[in-house]
């Protein structure tokens, strides 16, 4: 689980085990820390720093999107817990006051504004405990999941991997350094500075199914995706084993996504099929890792909606089934895929049910004061409403939807619970602009979509076809170049805009 010391006053028989636990923290091993906290405990019930670290598991991912309910009232209580229990030192009790900014005033403060009193808090906490690595780690941490998704100067990833760096280079050993720099530079502009961290995370803490997982986030953004596929089919069979469905899930959603890009489209497919069945294993009861169950159902959605939108199924996406569950966010997957699907095989009344589907799971998150998914589900519904309009005739109107649905997307960035987008706005921007006739505005688009979305299959391939439409044979021919490239240990007889590149070599 890699090397983490963290300085209590509680037993000294205890303290190898309480590191263990903090260990398990810092790879988002929720359930698994969750148990050695209170085995802890057991040994020593006066270790009231405990119930800090047990308040943490609660919380759970940071990155996981809004808490709500019963994570909030437990963590609550864990708090409470703690500062009643044996004589905390001050940094100690410093410690449960800072988390308990998470769970303080939860029916009058939002999620956010919680989030930044915890940020607050950590902030005074390191600088009165300077020489408390453990505490600069987790002030790091919480400036990191402050982000915001609209920022793109990345203030908070900067601020956050400024923090860790020099840490990571005096404690390469470290578990919640190399995690924690992965996440701050999980985006497509910062990704390349988290190669080293993504390349030596998972040998750190290799017992951890995250820590197999959490290397891919930057193979995603970086378009290394064998890397990826390796790395999370070991995240997902160590998922497997210790009981966690959701994290097995999230590790084979960004596995399909991967296989997709580079022409694996029978193993792909294999996982299509084997995601219902680990979906049953799911049990929303028990702790588990950094995936909470919202993840689970996020890629049993996801998954066999990539297949068929990344294949140009449309018929298939729009005769997709819609698994009705708690989460708006996963539901709206569905209908998105089954909208688009729709409208491109010539079904615009069909589309519009799921249109309204979509402005109904948006006003829902509206309501429940999550403005990122609600924007993401606004565009997904102008998408959709743009390519119902483009097959009603009403091309210059669709046209100018989908323009602005993909200036929309541009200007945020997909959550951690997704390797990407079913498809991008700007992606599809340039497909239209082909039916349009107006190949060079299309490559234009494609390009951008590559510049944000490296390696991605689709847009490589649609290049190639806007560039010879536009007359430049060069270009045309470089991207069909990569594609054969992007796509190496694609399958024998694969898509034809494969079988179509590697026959022009």
């Not at 509680?10 to 085995?39: I, N």
């Not at 596995?255 to 580079?262: D, F, G, K, R």
């Not at 919202?294 to 990344?310: G, H, K, T």
């Not at 403005?371 to 009403?394: C, M």
Request: proline letters at 5%.
């Amino acid at each position: 689980m890699g090397q983490v010391h963290f300085e209590n006053s509680c037993q000294p028989a205890v303290g190898d085990a309480f590191d263990r636990a903090v260990a398990l923290l810092h790879s988002f091993s929720f359930g698994t820390a969750k148990q050695a906290f209170e085995g802890v405990l057991a040994e020593d019930p006066n270790c009231a720093i405990a119930y800090w670290g047990i308040a943490l598991t609660h919380w759970g991912n940071p990155f996981g999107g809004i808490k709500t309910g019963p994570l909030l009232e437990n963590g609550g209580a864990a708090v409470a817990q703690g500062l009643s229990t044996g004589a905390p030192t001050p940094r100690e009790r410093a410690y449960l006051e800072a988390v308990g900014k998470l769970y303080e005033s939860t029916s009058t403060r939002d999620h956010a504004t919680r989030g930044g009193a915890y940020e607050a808090a950590m902030a005074t906490l390191q600088t009165t405990y300077p020489d408390d690595r453990e505490a600069v780690t987790f002030y790091a941490l919480a400036v990191s999941q402050m982000a915001s998704p609209t920022d793109k100067t990345f203030a908070k990833q900067l601020q956050a991997s400024a923090i860790l760096e020099p840490l990571f280079i005096n404690d390469p050993e470290h578990p919640g350094l190399a995690h924690y720099l992965i996440h701050a530079y999980d985006t497509p502009t910062l990704a390349d500075r988290g190669l080293n961290a993504a390349q030596r995370y998972a040998s750190i803490a290799p017992a951890a199914p995250h820590a197999l997982h959490m290397p891919s986030h930057t193979f995603t953004r970086v378009g290394l995706w064998q890397e990826s596929i390796d790395t999370n089919l070991q995240s997902a069979a160590s998922a497997l084993r210790d009981g966690s469905a959701a994290e097995a899930l999230h590790a084979m959603d960004y596995t399909v996504y991967a296989y997709l890009q580079t022409g694996q489209d029978q193993a792909a497919r294999a996982a299509v099929d084997e995601a219902p069945r680990v979906l049953a294993q799911l049990d929303q009861s028990v702790m588990g890792g950094a995936a909470p169950p919202v993840s689970a159902f996020f890629a049993a959605a996801a998954i066999p909606a990539r297949y068929v939108m990344e294949h140009s199924a449309w018929s298939d996406a729009a005769a997709l089934s819609v698994r009705s569950t708690a989460f708006p966010q996963v539901n709206a997957m569905s209908h998105f895929a089954r909208a688009v699907g729709a409208a491109r095989s010539g079904q615009p009344d069909a589309a519009d049910i799921d249109i309204a589907a979509l402005e109904a799971l948006r006003a829902k998150l509206e309501a429940a004061r999550d403005p990122y998914w609600t924007e993401l589900v606004r565009i997904q519904r102008e998408i959709a409403q743009a390519w119902t309009e483009f097959a009603r005739g009403s091309r210059d109107a669709g046209l100018a939807r989908l323009s602005a649905a993909a200036d929309a997307e541009d200007k945020t960035d997909k959550a951690a619970i997704s390797p990407g987008p079913l498809a991008p706005a700007r992606e599809m921007l340039g497909e239209m602009l082909l039916e349009l006739q107006q190949p060079a505005a299309a490559l234009t688009a494609f390009q951008a979509t590559l510049d944000k979305e490296r390696h991605r299959f689709r847009a490589t391939a649609l290049a190639a076809v806007a560039a010879e439409q536009s007359g430049n044979a060069a270009a045309a021919a470089e991207f069909r170049m990569q594609l054969t490239q992007i796509a190496k240990n694609g399958d024998q007889s694969g898509r034809p805009e494969l079988e179509a590149a590697r026959s022009s070599r």
